[in-house]
């Protein structure tokens, strides 16, 4: 039996839609990733997954309860650490573990084996007031208290948002070490790049899931080639790609463009002499792999 | 543009910022990136003229920060993530009020409404209220709208936290356009692949400036296919 | 059980640890009687007067020496006419007119009386309790005193009235207005502000996806500020008792008992309140138009119903404040037992009821 399923839900805000007919369906033991954008439906979504929400439309299964008539037994199940962590910044750090652990009818003793990787980076401060914790430690503290309780499902909402790249990867690596102790983890984010840490992951965009899969999988999928162009001078390289009609799209990465063509026929030569016409000096150009974060604006764009 | 040399900030006993020294150039693309709670945003405060030093000389937009702190405040536009725009009030309404606080004449908000809209491609929501209006366009128009007073520079905190990658492109696109009319930009962000895009980037930890180069020098030094390897590898 | 204490705690360290809420709870309290105990004070010292002589003989004016020698009063005019004393009064020159009536001497020796009217600017209720009482005190005194070297049985009988507020609302009403207030806003704002907090911090999400059940949660929000409202009631009574000399006739356990059900009313006021904000600001915001400003200017409080437009008069039957002061009142004051204000209780019981029962449809158990 599927961890989560979701069947065709939709959630409206007075005339603005949050979710259009969401489909899909988590594996026990499953990472399963959430990506898109702010105001894409994320939070929409997991919150309903909480009991939080009522969708408008379409089923809902956590490990086989349905989250509006069976909150009661569900709410003991998952562990929820929503968006800007929602911790009591006016208490310590093991006060605000203690208070989750004791509204759950536990200890932190009892449970103690489940967060220590993470709870011990931070226990050196179990003294000090969570608000005068970093970002990358509440992210922890926020964890620590959403695992304390032995949840069979974990939902995060953006627990990596504003939190600086190294931070977000020991994150990341507490996520997967969680991962096999048979934890079904739901994770959402807006960074592409933390697609490729997931087992499966979702595509959302304006309530849509736009694609579903294994991140290899979507890239597979990518329907077009993809060139890599680079000069000494991005952004004038930019506005004269963007004039090349051949072109179907033109986007900065990182310190290079990724393009891709209406039609197959595009081949490195004829991409060297456009830019030598162009007066672009240090050109490289070359046949590249596409990133997630390609297949989610192509399918933006479709 | 920027001139800081031995800037310090000190908390008590707590050294937010230790001995910055650092210059941007007119028309350059800085960016400010370091780990959560490293002293960005500190800095970054100091030379918006909304905090003190402890220590240092340092100048913006050729202006002490501890006597011209208005003077400054008049030549430089700031956006934040949290930076927002009045939800009941529509686009006119918001560049009319953002003008008037720099004291814009009626006539000079009016052009330099017309003249960014135009840009955005966005001049037929002008009398919309921003509450309506997608996420990603309101980033793009609070850009708009730190720049509506021509400011000489221009601070970005993590403007495009948790945008739509088309739309962070075209974010990014403005800055370059921003930064080809010789304005500064000096923007903080926790995507690395944005860092990328700056002509040079200094990466603080622990209240001090561990790197400053270009990206590509960068990633030269610290031997890194990207720059968040180079990140990894300072903050850790 | 465990759960629950687990959460009282937490709210518990909340309060201690804000300095905001330790003032607004132990401050508010301490400042608000002083200032009232400042205002009510109980010393007179040069005080303004004119006195009206009709009679102008040897007792009057030794009445009259006896009067300005003693400090508390000095002669701010001498009226000659009965027209004079309006003007005076409205002037706002003197807080009291004494007036002696003609043949004063004569009167009391032979018919053995006279009559002193003591006249009293009692917009300021308290002060023209004091002077009142002053001034009849030094008078009998004088009135024993001849009655000692006389050995006959001669009275003057002071007269006193009461001008502008002849009831003399006000007098003793500060405790049990101040009591009404400050329960009401430590209990109704504290606990709907520290409700709405939670929803403003996104904690409230995690409670409602915990095993805790919505009347665990609020009852786990609002057991602190039971206790702490009751131990402020009691501080308010204390200080009202030994300091400001308010008397307690009747039963203290029904006081208490009085006393906790409004706090509870307010609770219940506050949950509700915090049901529909969605933000602490909203909820301070209605505390203090909902609550704050009626129970101060609506119960009777500050102004006496009676003098109130009957739309005022009208409103002020919804302000609960408005019954716990009569309660405060009977039972403090008059001394009655509980036969004579069953009605108030029952009010107050029915607000609690409908409250509790608004908030618990309002209530959500999941978000929005």
């Known amino acids: ?99 989750f652990a004791t509204i759950f009818d536990t200890t932190i ?27 990358g430690m509440q992210q922890k503290l926020a964890l620590s208290c959403a695992l304390i309780h032995k949840p069979e499902v974990l939902i995060l909402d953006e627990p990596t948002t504003g ?73 004038r390289l930019l506005l004269d790609l ?19 063509a209406h039609s197959d026929d595009l081949d490195e030569t004829r991409l060297k002499q456009f830019l030598r016409e162009r007066n672009h000096t240090s050109v490289e150009v070359a046949r590249a792999n596409p990133t997630i974060e390609d297949c989610f604006m192509d399918l933006m764009n479709q | 543009m920027i001139t800081a040399r031995n800037m310090v900030k000190k908390f008590g006993h707590f050294i937010a910022n230790d001995h910055l020294t650092f210059q941007v150039r007119k028309g350059e693309i800085f960016g400010f990136l370091g780990a959560n709670g490293a002293g960005k945003t500190t800095a970054m405060r100091i030379l918006c003229g909304l905090s003190a030093p402890t220590s240092g000389e340092i100048s913006v937009a050729g202006y002490n920060v501890y006597r011209q702190k208005e003077k400054i405040k008049r030549s430089i536009g700031y956006m934040s993530q949290k930076f927002s725009l009045y939800e009941d009030l529509t686009v006119r309404e918001n560049f009319r009020f953002y003008g008037g606080i720099y004291g814009l004449p009626r006539k000079r908000i009016r052009e330099r409404t017309a003249y960014l809209l135009e840009k955005l491609n966005f001049s037929h929501a002008i009398d919309k209220k921003i509450a309506q209006i997608p996420l990603g366009w309101k980033q793009k128009l609070a850009f708009s709208i730190a720049i509506i007073h021509s400011p000489r520079i221009v601070f970005l905190d993590e403007p495009t936290s948790g945008v739509d990658p088309i739309t962070r492109r075209q974010f990014w ?64 | 059980m465990k759960r629950f204490f687990g959460f009282v705690r937490k709210e518990f360290i909340h309060i201690f640890r804000d300095k905001r809420t330790l003032l607004i709870l132990f401050g508010m309290p301490i400042a608000q009687i002083l200032i009232f105990g400042y205002v009510v004070t109980n010393e007179i010292k040069e005080a303004r007067i004119a006195i009206y002589d009709k009679s102008k003989d040897a007792v009057t004016h030794e009445i009259t020496d006896k009067l300005l020698s003693s400090d ?13 004393i309006e003007a005076t ?17 004569e009167k009391l020796h032979h018919e053995q009386s006279a009559q002193v009217q003591i006249l009293l600017d009692a917009t300021d209720a308290n002060m023209a309790n004091l002077l009142q009482s002053y001034t009849s005190g030094i008078i009998n005194d004088y009135s024993r005193h001849i009655k000692v070297s006389s050995g006959n049985m001669p009275a003057i009988k002071p007269k006193p009235r009461m001008l502008f507020n002849n009831e003399l609302k006000g007098v003793y009403m500060f405790v049990p207005g101040t009591m009404a207030l400050i329960l009401m806003l430590v209990t109704a704002m504290m606990t709907s502000i520290s409700i709405t907090r939670e929803k403003e911090m996104g904690t409230m999400e995690v409670l409602l996806v ?49 006393t906790l059900l409004y706090i509870i009313m307010a609770l219940s006021l506050g949950i509700f309140i915090s049901t529909v904000s969605p933000t602490q600001q909203v909820a301070m915001f209605i505390s203090m138009f909902a609550l704050m400003l009626p129970t101060m200017l609506l119960s009777g409080f500050i102004f006496p119903i009676e003098n109130m437009p009957w739309p005022l008069q009208w409103l002020s039957t919804i302000i609960p404040a408005k019954y716990f002061i009569i309660l405060i009142k009977h039972i403090m004051i008059k001394g009655t037992g509980f036969v004579f204000v069953w009605k108030e209780t029952l009010v107050l019981l029915g607000m609690t009821a409908i409250f509790i029962g608004l908030s618990i449809k309002n209530f959500k158990i999941r978000l929005e």
């Open chain 1, 1 to 99: 039996m599927a961890a989560v399923t979701v069947d065709h839900i939709s959630k409206h805000y007075g005339s603005t839609a949050a979710l259009r007919q969401a489909s899909f369906e988590v594996d026990p033991g499953e990472l399963f990733g959430l990506i898109g954008p702010d105001g894409a439906g994320k939070t929409t979504l997991f919150r309903i997954l909480t009991t939080l929400l009522i969708p408008d439309q379409g089923q809902v299964r956590v490990r086989g309860y349905d989250p509006v008539g069976e909150y009661r037994k569900l709410r003991r199940l998952i562990g929820y650490m929503p968006g800007d962590f929602s911790l009591y910044g006016d208490l310590t750090v093991e006060e605000n573990l203690d208070f």
């Open chain 1, 163 to 235: 939190v600086d790249a190294v931070s977000r990867k020991e994150f990341w690596d507490m996520l997967l070490k969680l991962k096999q102790q048979g934890i079904t983890i739901l994770v959402s984010t807006p960074y592409m790049d933390e697609a490729g840490l997931c087992d499966r992951v979702a595509l959302i965009q304006q309530g849509q899931l736009m694609k579903m899969d294994a991140p290899a999988r979507i890239i597979e999928a990518f329907p077009k080639k993809l060139w890599i162009a680079k000069a000494d001078h991005p952004y």
């Open chain 2, 173 to 236: 696109e403005m800055i370059y356009e921003t930064a080809s009319r010789e304005v500064t930009v000096f923007v903080t962000t926790h995507y690395m692949d944005e860092a990328e895009y700056c002509n040079r980037v200094s990466i603080m930890d622990q209240g001090r400036i561990e790197a400053l180069d270009t990206p590509a020098r960068l990633k030269e030094k610290y031997q890194a296919a990207n720059m968040n390897q180079v990140f990894v590898q300072i903050a850790r």
């Open chain 1, 109 to 135: 003793e009892a449970n103690y084996h489940l967060i220590r990787d993470i709870y011990q980076q931070i226990e050196p401060f179990k003294r000090r007031l969570a608000k005068n914790l970093s970002g």
């Open chain 3, 89 to 105: 009064f409205e002037k706002g020159d003197v807080k009291e007119v004494i007036v002696f009536e003609s043949d004063f001497d």
């Open chain 3, 210 to 258: 915990s095993p805790l059940k919505s009347v665990q949660i609020i009852a786990g929000k609002v057991m602190p500020y039971v206790a702490l409202a009751f131990l402020n009631g009691v501080a308010i009574l204390a200080l009202g008792y030994l300091v400001f000399d308010m008397p307690v006739h009747g039963n203290v356990v029904l006081l208490l008992g009085e």
């Open chain 3, 72 to 84: 508390y009063f000095r002669l701010a005019k001498t009226i000659e006419d009965e027209q004079q």
């Open chain 1, 242 to 260: 963007r004039e090349w009609s051949d072109l179907a799209a033109v986007y900065p990465f990182g310190d290079s463009m990724h393009l891709t």
